[in-house]
């Protein structure tokens, strides 16, 4: 089947960027933009300028294997696309940009499965077990959908997107999706402790992988990993979040940051104070290039706009 104007289509890459346009990604952005979206290769073949500012205005954000889309129209190779599941001021059906059509599929229907999210950093999916590698790179926060059937020598069959047969992923590296959203405590301990495991990950413009975050990035992962989906973007996670004071922040509240009154352009997890009593914080910064854990600098503090909290029962 071909994907269409008009219809949903579905992720068959681990990770498909979301662009602005057919004409943003160059020649260095090939293999993001290819067949298998080799994040992991393209990411690391870039610098912290390239990563950190040689995005702005290029890309937006990124797509997880097996994520639902909405085709708007399709320009040669490419389809414009909004993502439903990523909520956007920018346009209320979801975030819109474009994809490149080889990294599509459509929906066909698939037998009876057990929802699974990915809850290792990363992990590949392989034609048998210890097999040939199907999709490599499918990061932490991907959905995979577990056919309901024994597990094989700690191996699972999981529902691959579109017309490819199933493949295989490792078990210990999925969990069980949430059903519903956890409670209040337990959900910030658990924000934490995810956030944790993308520690030292590069910063990336728009990333959202194991392979590269941006500020917003890793919280949208963070809390959809605790079956939350929070909008995409920084400031549209505050307007979505509950605002609360400053010393009432727990571990696993978010921190948000504006310079002069202008819109919201930072946020981080908060963790528990340093030996200091400053405000300590996970965050994807692009002056570290990287996600780091860090009491509030001179720079964050003078910046800093609020505290907000998801969990509020």
Known sequence: MTVEIGHNALVAVAAATLWTSPKAAETS?????????????????????????GLVDRSLSQVLLGDEVVVEDIDHDWAKVVVPGQRSSLDERGYPGWIPLRQLTTPVPTPAVVPHMVAATSTAIRDEPDGEVLIPGVTIGT?????DEPTYRGWSRVTLPGAQPPGWVLIRDL??????????????????????????VPYVWGGMTAYGVDCSGLVYLTYRMLGIELPRDAHDQADATHRIEAEEAQPGDLYFFARNGKRIHHIGIATKPGDSGKPSMIHAAGNYGKVVSEEFTDERAETFVGAHRVFTA
């Open 29 to 53: 952005d090939r293999l993001a933009v290819g067949n298998h979206s080799a994040i992991r290769d393209w990411v690391s073949g870039m610098t912290r300028e390239q990563r950190v500012d």
């Open 143 to 147: 959905r995979l959908n577990v056919i």
């Open 175 to 200: 969990t069980a999706s949430p059903q519903e959203p956890e409670g209040a405590t337990s959900g910030r301990i658990d924000a934490v402790n995810i956030a944790s495991q993308l520690l030292d």
